[in-house]
């Protein structure tokens, strides 16, 4: 059984940064893609940023170019620097991984609340 651990979350004023972390149970080489979602309260799910194993990134339009995903596969972890923080990146966090073939299965992680303050 998959395993995906968030931790990093916290509360941070406007214009701050932080660095979320997402350790994977096994080889995050089994993994196609893994990525970052995020939720805030009344709102749907949505996507932050993926990334493959080819190392292709997708970033959604309002954390482009101040969010970073990086992949140490190592260590079997994702992070999310996120620079120049906004009150409206506040939500809970979690991080994905999708397996490889036919089918896909996914997996989330609990998620890590990121709270920025104005």
């Known amino acids: 059984q998959v395993q995906l651990v968030e931790s990093g979350g916290g509360l941070v004023q406007a214009g701050g940064s932080l660095r979320l972390s997402c350790a994977a149970s096994?080889?995050?080489?089994?993994?196609?893609?893994m990525g970052w979602y995020r939720q805030a309260p009344g709102n749907q799910r949505e996507l932050v940023v993926t990334?493959?194993?080819?190392?292709?990134?997708n970033y959604a339009d309002s954390v482009e170019g101040r969010f970073t995903i990086s992949r140490d596969n190592a260590k079997n972890t994702v992070y999310l620097q996120m620079n120049s923080l906004k009150p409206e990146d506040t939500a809970v966090y979690y991080c994905l991984a999708q397996t490889k073939g036919v089918p896909v299965y996914s997996y989330w992680g609990q998620g890590t609340q990121v709270t920025v303050s104005s």
């Open positions: 990334i493959s194993s080819g190392g292709n990134t």
């Open positions: 096994g080889s995050i080489f089994s993994f196609n893609i």
